[in-house]
């Protein structure tokens, strides 16, 4: 399988009522959240697509490589909607989902877990981070073949990311601290003070 093809999916139509701005302009060491994903994404995946409602607010802060996918659902469905939706969309075998408040991502190790996809099982439809306090969906990889399975759960009335994962062939990742960092996500006016 060596032609395994990985694009990047960032969702950016959250309604960031925690943080009470939208999130994904908000600024971390200098440069708005959502450039900083994008440009992580950038370096794991020739095609990096951003989900959202409001393209003309975030056209100017990524790059051009950079391309936009509409919300054909109404908005505030959340996450797992959306990637049902982005994978509707996108060809690539895998999608790794990536949500817009993540600070700390590095690419390497995104690497390093993209280079495991060719070992796991055709059963396997997602492969994703797995910590004590559960999956870690919004920084995790999806296969095209979910897609089914994901209408599915939807269609039955689902909106949890983790029931779904409890309930379809997933392969954990496990983290050590160091890696575990880069899942820290920035939801509230106080995480942005770290
Ligand atoms: N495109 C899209 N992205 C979404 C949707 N819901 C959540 N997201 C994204 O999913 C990621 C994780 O969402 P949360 O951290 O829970 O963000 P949120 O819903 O914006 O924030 P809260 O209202 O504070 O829960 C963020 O990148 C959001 O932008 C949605 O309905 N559509
Ligand atoms: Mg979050």
């Not at 054909?72 to 959306?82: C, R, T």
């Not at 059963?123 to 919004?138: F, K, M, N, R, T």
């Not at 296969?143 to 409890?166: H, K, N, V, Y």
Request: a negative charge; proline letters at 6%.
């Amino acid at each position: 399988m060596s032609n395994t093809t990985i694009a990047a999916l960032i969702l950016a139509g959250g309604k960031s009522s925690r943080m009470g701005q939208d999130k994904a302009q908000i600024h971390w060491e200098g440069k708005p959240l959502l450039t900083r994903v994008c440009e992580v994404a950038t370096e794991c995946c020739s095609s990096v697509y951003v989900l959202t409602s409001w393209p003309e607010r975030y056209q100017e802060i990524v790059s051009e490589q950079v391309q936009f996918l509409p919300e054909s659902s109404p908005i505030g469905q959340g996450p797992l909607v959306a990637l049902t939706d982005g994978l509707t969309q996108i060809d690539a075998e895998w999608v790794l989902l990536l949500a817009c408040d993540l600070p700390q991502l590095q690419p390497e190790i995104l690497q390093r877990w993209m280079s495991q996809l060719t070992d796991v099982s055709e059963s396997i439809l997602a492969v994703v981070p797995c910590q004590d306090s559960g999956w870690e969906p919004l920084c995790g990889f999806y296969r095209r073949t979910a897609l089914t399975a994901l209408q599915g759960f939807i269609t039955q009335g689902g909106r949890s990311f983790q029931a779904w994962l409890s309930q379809v062939p997933v392969h954990p990742l496990t983290l050590e601290a160091t890696t575990a960092a880069i899942l820290f996500n920035c939801n509230t006016p106080a995480d942005l003070q770290q």
